[in-house]
């Protein structure tokens, strides 16, 4: 088990924030190599799709799980060469963090901490397909909820009464 990181939060010294690792896990893991052995004959490099979900959830008092989904499809042409999905999942402890600062620690650090774990399944996945491994670009996750809040705001003013 992780040592907890205490930091204090802005402009209320007297409050202690708690971060603490309690497991991390692979939920889910689905490999599909549909086109072998042919696949491995190929001459031309497939095109590599990734897509990311995010989601948290509590679990228990001050305790959430967090899952991070990548789904990693090779294609060459009209035809999946491989199709990966790994959920890698973790255990947090969260203490003295408000509800409104509750879901950044979800969506921007949590995932942080299990992109690594699931950047390894994915390549390990492809190398056990019998392809070479996906090395997956590192991702800022707060840029991306960053993303995710501005194109939630049209939504939220569309929304409004007149």
Known sequence: MAEPQSTPPAGDAGAL???S???IYVKDLSLENP???QSF???EAPQIEIGLRTRGEQI???????VLTLTVTARA??????LIEASQA???????VGADQLQPVLAIHCPTVLFPYARETVADATMRAGFPP?????INFDVLYQQQLAQAQPAVAGAAPN
């Open 17 to 19: 924030v708690q971060f």
């Open 21 to 23: 690792i309690e497991k």
């Open 35 to 37: 086109g072998a052995p």
């Open 41 to 43: 004959q190929m001459t």
């Open 60 to 66: 228990a008092a001050d305790t959430y799980e967090c």
């Open 77 to 82: 042409g009209d035809k999946t060469v491989f």
């Open 90 to 96: 973790g255990v947090f402890g969260i203490r003295g």
């Open 134 to 138: 996906v090395q997956l670009a590192p």
